[in-house]
């Protein structure tokens, strides 16, 4: 599976993105997909996943309200749509494909990667 993920951007501090992730082959509903963030100096952490299906979601404590995960697996696309921003979500956010199985929230489950997009939130 190919990843290309797309959309981020420079916004203020309360305003919306909204990434994509585009995959390539056909077996891109067999993946649980999920979005990652490095800032710059920091870890890559987790932020949102969406099982194989659709049907479960996940989220990190600091997204959680904000963040919403969804999946079209008629269009090998995963969306993060991101609501109320704040400086502190600035980062490189990633897509991956995961595991069939459970929702994985380690970065070392997923097994394919997209290139990363920019998000930087102004205050």
């Known amino acids: 599976v190919q990843l290309q993920a797309y959309g981020g951007g420079l916004v203020q501090a309360g305003g919306s993105l909204r990434l994509s992730c585009a995959a390539s082959?056909?077996?891109?509903?067999?993946?649980?997909m999920g979005w990652f963030r490095q800032a710059t100096g920091k870890e890559r952490e987790f932020v949102a996943a969406i099982s194989w299906s659709g049907g479960r979601t996940y989220y990190a404590d600091s997204v959680k309200g904000r963040f919403t995960i969804s999946r079209d697996n008629a269009k090998n696309t995963v969306y993060l749509q991101m609501n109320s921003l704040k400086p502190e979500d600035t980062a490189v956010y990633y897509c991956?494909?995961?595991?069939?199985?459970?929702?994985?929230?380690?970065?070392?489950?997923?097994?394919?990667w997209g290139q990363g997009t920019q998000v930087t939130v102004s205050s």
């Open positions: 991956a494909a995961g595991p069939t199985g459970p929702i994985q929230t380690r970065a070392y489950e997923y097994d394919y």
């Open positions: 082959g056909r077996t891109f509903s067999s993946y649980s």
